[in-house]
T-cell receptor
Framework: GAVVSQHPSRVICKSGTSVKIECRSL??????MFWYRQFPKKSLMLMAT?????????EQGVEKDKFLINHASLTLSTLTVTSAHPEDSSFYIC?????????FGPGTRLTVT | EDKVVQSPLSLVVHEGDTVTLNCSYE??????LLWYKQEKKAPTFLFML????IEKKSGRLSSILDKKELFSILNITATQTGDSAIYLC???????????FGKGTLLTVNP
């Protein structure tokens, strides 16, 4: 149980385009979903916290107009990187919370050329 | 500001050795402390600790929390090369159980 999927696992896009990443909890309903970013050899940095049906709460320094989060249901959250630039290239990971446990998706490697 | 310090940052051992990984934390409205193992992809869940002094075990791994000293340890006995990974400590806090991650301990187990 407690499986979280992410799609796509890897994406390459051109500078200026937008990319949407999906995060799904497959066998449970998630109270809250989180989006993280991880640079090589660095720890996970929380970008935003998302509850179903309400606006996401962004961490300081994260541009909400650039990283759009939609949490349409208790099993699906999406992160859209708008007008992507090479510096947005990173490993994006979502997690889903059920009670006090949190489970991570496999991550999405984004490369912006 | 919430803070998590893990030590050591890296560790190299031989198969069969026992290792202890440390995590100290300061988190507002502490809920629980989670340990994760990260290899090439996203972190995989190991333990969640909510009560002081109660050891959690899973095979060769065990972990314990000290809520008075704001400290947790993760023990791995009889290490194997497959234990090589980054081990992340993440206390959760607040109404959303937000996780704050430490920098992790990079464990390398040599044959």
């Amino acid at each position: 149980g407690a499986v979280v999927s992410q799609h796509p696992s890897r994406v390459i896009c051109k500078s200026g385009t937008s990319v949407k990443i999906e995060c799904r909890s497959l066998d449970f309903q998630a109270t809250t979903m989180f989006w993280y970013r991880q640079f090589p050899k660095k720890s996970l940095m929380l970008m935003a916290t998302s509850n179903e049906g309400s606006k996401a709460t962004y961490e300081q320094g994260v541009e909400k107009d650039k990283f759009l989060i939609n949490h349409a249901s208790l099993t699906l959250s999406t992160l859209t990187v708008t007008s992507a630039h090479p510096e947005d290239s990173s490993f994006y990971i979502c997690s889903a919370r059920v009670d006090s446990e949190q489970y991570f998706g496999p991550g999405t490697r984004l490369t912006v050329t | 500001e919430d803070k998590v310090v893990q030590s050591p940052l890296s560790l190299v051992v031989h198969e069969g050795d026992t290792v202890t990984l440390n995590c100290s934390y300061e988190v507002t409205n502490f809920r629980s402390l989670l340990w994760y193992k990260q290899e090439k992809k996203a972190p995989t869940f190991l333990f969640m600790l909510t009560s002081s002094g109660i050891e959690k075990k899973s095979g060769r791994l065990s972990s314990i929390l000290d809520k008075k000293e704001l400290f947790s340890i993760l023990n791995i006995t009889a290490t194997q090369t497959g234990d090589s990974a980054i081990y992340l400590c993440a206390p959760s806090g607040g109404s959303n159980y937000k996780l704050t991650f430490g920098k992790g301990t990079l464990l390398t187990v040599n044959p």
